[in-house]
């Protein structure tokens, strides 16, 4: 038996037959075309979940179920994205227009909440019971797991730790609230903040490192001077550390999980991310005195974890 999780995204649909030790044996990738409307990603979709078949050489009656991750807001037991911005979806029936496509039973959830339950099978969290996923990309994406089972509040819109705020009054989030978490910790705010302190510093190696070119700064751009020795570089790292830490630290005290995962393209960072980060939660939170502690862990699939823990929504919702 096998089962196919998808990964849907603003730019690229990804799909993968995943085996039931959670190795994935054929892929499948299109991109989504968002601008085309929901009836053509659905067809996308489907172009995608042959292919992933077809490369993973089995038969269709071989699947057990498929699932989605999707962006935006979705009920798991309708089948239905109540909202995706990125996406143009309004109370779309997606598991159904999928399986009028592919004759698949269909399965959904939010794409952080998939990410994060592939992570607790086969990656960061495997083995956990209580879990929590935390990506550091465009935005910072969360997904949390409370006994197994992903949590999402009543209403299918909670886990949204991005969108609490650590500074009041702070930076403009595009959720429309100033001073979320997101808009200090995410990859895009340490972006922003490695700009301003190159404007600031005009002899920072970090300008030697993009040749001159503000546009060519990333999120590695500070970490890399910093191990060059650049001192202006150190405080930006230094900086985004704290803002991550910070809300980390909240998460903590607010669910105590066995493991919080960092993942995301500045996870790469590794030990220079992670280790101060560590410190951080140490002098900072609330059960200092308790002798069972969250660890924090590097995320461990990548890109794989959304279609891996898609793949196996059918054991939460079928």
Known sequence: MYWLGIDLGGTNIATGVVDANYKILGRGKVKTNSSAGPEAIADNIATAVEEAIKNAGIEKSQIVAVGIGSPGSVVPE?????????LGFSNLPLC???????GFD???????????????????????????????????????????????GFNHAGGELGHTVILKNGEFCSCGRCGCWEAYASATAL??????????????????LVDG???????????????KGDAVAKMVVDKYIEYVATGIVNTINIF????????????????????????YIRLERYSKNVDLQSKIRV????NDAGIIGAAFLCNLYK
């Open 213 to 227: 070119n503000i546009d060519k700064v990333s999120g590695r751009t500070a970490f890399d001077a910093m191990r």
């Open 78 to 86: 309708t089948g239905v994205v109540a909202t995706s911005n990125n």
């Open 106 to 152: 269909c399965y959904i959830e939010n794409d952080a909440n998939a990410a994060a339950y592939g992570e607790l099978l086969a990656g960061a969290g495997k083995g956990k019971k209580s879990f929590i996923a935390i990506t550091l990309g465009t935005g910072v994406g969360s997904g949390i797991i409370i006994d197994g089972k992903i949590f999402s």
């Open 191 to 208: 972006i922003r903040q490695t700009k301003h302190a190159m404007l600031m510093a005009q002899k920072s190696i970090m300008w030697e």
């Open 256 to 279: 105590q999980p066995e493991v919080v995962c960092v993942g995301g393209g500045i996870s790469k960072e590794g030990d220079y991310l992670i280790e101060p980060i560590k410190e």
């Open 96 to 102: 159904q227009m999928i399986k009028d496509r592919t």
């Open 299 to 302: 995320a461990e699939l990548g």
